[in-house]
Structure formats: structure tokens, C-alpha cells
């Protein structure tokens, strides 16, 4: 048994009431590898911005769970050397699948754990939230709860339609289990193409797909019955059409790949949405920056010159992310 607080790390408490008193939102990334970790932890100690490193299952068992946690703990010590004083960091089990997975992670030392039941009948959901948050509590780890479904392929999360959050039910189940804050669904999705073309319109200026808004009635019906709570938003990558056409001009084919506009988000930060999920927008930054790359010299064969430059490229979206879309920098 290691406790977070033994790393340096931080629980969620704290983070977001002060986020939802300060009307902005906190990062959630997700990682799966070392350059990915140094642009999260360097963009969040340069403005000063708390952070929520994510680990999925997907990455669990792409770069194993034991060396992602040490990888967190480096990332506190390598914050510090940065010059930030007191990293505000969590360790974050994105979309935990069973009670053994969260308990393990808090074990292990995870700051917050997500339980995703929301597949699950809603007396299920309640039961296995309910028996998360009884264990994470005693050692003083959050625990993310989820009701409603979210649309979208994303590592192992899938799902083909929405199921928006039904506001009637938040404050049963918040009551019920115990959990520390609350993931809905309001029409974000996993995954890279969130909306099909057809259901977009175009931008007669740019010529660009706009998609529909999010269910902003759904939201505020949630902030109604819990009034203050901390709400979370999954699937919330904005697909920059520039990453896209990078790849694309570079021997690329991702063809209508259509995010969440980064004006619906930032009005959700605004709100009791304390924290917001972003997976996507690094992996077409990285992908777009490793392409230039392999493709502009053709015979570079030594890892770091195209990982490199796309650890620059999602550095710089990290930062795009946290002062324009969340406002979460000097919050820290
Ligand atoms: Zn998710």
C-alpha cells in the first residue's frame, strides 16, 4: 500500500471547489508515454496550472500500470525542478471497469479514481459507485461517478449512441454513493469523429463542418439539483482542422474528423464543469508533428528528432487548452 500524498500528489477535493468557485475548469489528460507526460507537466508548470494526468486502460496495457505510476511520481519531482513550488497533480484511473481495478490503483497510489458504471442498470451503478468511493475514502482518493452514456470509440470505452443524463436522477445517485464529483453526458464523445458530417452545417466563412451544440438544458437541469457540485465532461477534444490537414497534407486519410467547438467548452468551464477530459487533440497533435517530420526528411531515422518536435507540438496545444479554453493557469 502507497499512499499518493507519500508521491506529492494531490486528490481532486480541494481542485475543484475552488473551480467552481473561480468559474474556470481543470485539465484532465491523458498519457501513455514519456514525451506525452514532459508537455503536460512542462505546460502546466509554465502557467502554472493544476493537472490531471489520466491513465486509461488502454494505457494501462500499452506502457503497464506500475510504470505509469512511477512515471506520476517523476512528474511531481520533475514539476518541481521546473520551479514549480507546489505542483498541484493528480493521478487519475480514467474509466475504472470493477471494483478490483480501482482498488488497485488506490493501493498503488492513484490520487482519484474514476468509476465508470454507466453501462450498467442504475441500481448496478449505484451499488458499484457506491463500494468504490466506501474504499477510495478511507485513504482519502476521490472517486469519479458517471451517469448517462457518452457516443464514441476511445480505447476500450465504446458506445454507438448518446444517452444524455437524466437531471432527475443526479441527486439519488450522488446521495447514494458518496462520489466526489460527477461525469454526465450533454452530446461530447470519445474518439476523434464525434459528429458525422450530416449532422453538422458548414461555416460559410472557413468552409468548415460545425457541429451541433451541447445540451446546455441537460447541464444546467444537473447544476439545478446539485447545486455546486463538480461535474465532469469526458470526449472533449475540439479535432483542430489544422492538426487534421497537417496529417492529411503528410500521406494521412482521417476523413471528417469533427470535435466539440472550443466556444461550447469554454462556456461549460465556466460553469460547475470542473473538469474536462482531453485525449484526442494530443494524439492528432503528435501524430500531425511525427508525419511533417517522416515526411519532410525522408531519411531521419532517430526517434527523438520526430518525437521531438511532437512533444513541442502538444506542449503547445496543453497551453493553447488551459488559457483559452479552461482558464485554469495561475490557478495553481
Ligand atoms: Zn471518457
Known amino acids: 500500500m502507497v499512499s499518493y500524498k507519500e508521491l506529492g500528489l494531490v486528490n481532486t477535493r480541494e481542485m475543484f471547489a475552488k473551480a467552481i468557485n473561480g468559474g474556470y475548469a481543470i485539465p484532465a489528460f491523458n498519457f501513455n508515454n514519456m514525451e506525452q507526460l514532459q508537455a503536460i507537466i512542462q505546460a502546466a508548470a509554465e502557467t502554472k496550472s493544476p493537472v490531471i494526468l489520466q491513465v486509461s486502460k488502454g494505457a494501462r496495457n500499452y506502457a503497464n500500470q506500475t510504470l505509469l505510476r512511477y512515471m506520476a511520481q517523476g512528474a511531481v519531482e520533475y514539476a518541481k525542478e521546473l520551479g514549480w513550488e507546489k505542483p ?14 480501482c482498488k488497485s490503483c488506490v493501493d498503488f497510489g492513484f490520487s482519484s479514481v474514476m468509476i465508470d458504471g454507466s453501462h450498467l ?8 459507485t457506491k ?6 475514502h478511507q485513504f482519502d482518493v476521490t472517486v469519479e461517478g458517471e451517469l448517462g452514456v457518452l457516443a ?3 480505447d476500450e470505452v465504446s458506445a454507438e449512441h448518446h444517452t444524455y443524463t437524466r437531471p432527475e436522477e443526479v441527486v439519488d445517485f450522488v446521495t447514494k454513493t458518496g462520489c466526489d464529483s460527477l461525469a454526465i453526458s ?16 458548414k461555416d460559410p466563412k472557413t468552409g468548415r463542418l460545425v457541429p451541433p451544440p451541447l445540451a446546455f ?12 457540485f463538480p461535474i465532469v465532461l469526458h470526449g472533449s477534444s475540439s479535432v483542430p482542422q489544422e492538426e487534421v490537414e497537417t496529417i492529411n497534407a503528410n500521406g494521412g486519410q482521417l476523413e471528417a474528423a469533427i470535435g466539440i467547438p472550443e466556444d ?16 484526442s487533440d494530443s494524439r492528432l497533435a503528435m501524430t500531425a508533428a511525427v508525419r511533417k517530420v517522416l515526411n519532410e526528411k525522408k531519411a531521419e531515422f532517430d526517434p527523438r528528432k520526430y518525437l521531438g518536435p511532437a512533444r513541442d507540438s502538444m506542449k503547445k496545444l496543453y497551453i493553447h487548452k488551459i488559457i483559452n479554453v479552461l482558464g485554469s493557469n495561475g490557478k495553481a
Open 88 to 101: 498541484q497533480i493528480v493521478l487519475h484511473l480514467d474509466h475504472g471497469d470493477s471494483f478490483e481495478t
Open 264 to 279: 461550447q467548452l469554454r462556456k461549460a468551464a465556466k460553469s460547475a464543469v470542473c473538469k474536462i477530459n482531453i485525449d
Open 186 to 201: 450533454i452530446g461530447t464523445s470519445h474518439g476523434a469523429y464525434k459528429f458525422k458530417p450530416e449532422q453538422c452545417t
Open 121 to 128: 442498470p442504475y441500481d448496478e451503478n449505484v451499488a458499484l
Open 217 to 228: 438544458d441537460v447541464l444546467d437541469g444537473v447544476m439545478k439539483e446539485l447545486p455546486g
Open 131 to 136: 463500494k468504490v468511493v466506501e474504499y477510495a
Open 152 to 154: 464514441g470509440v476511445e
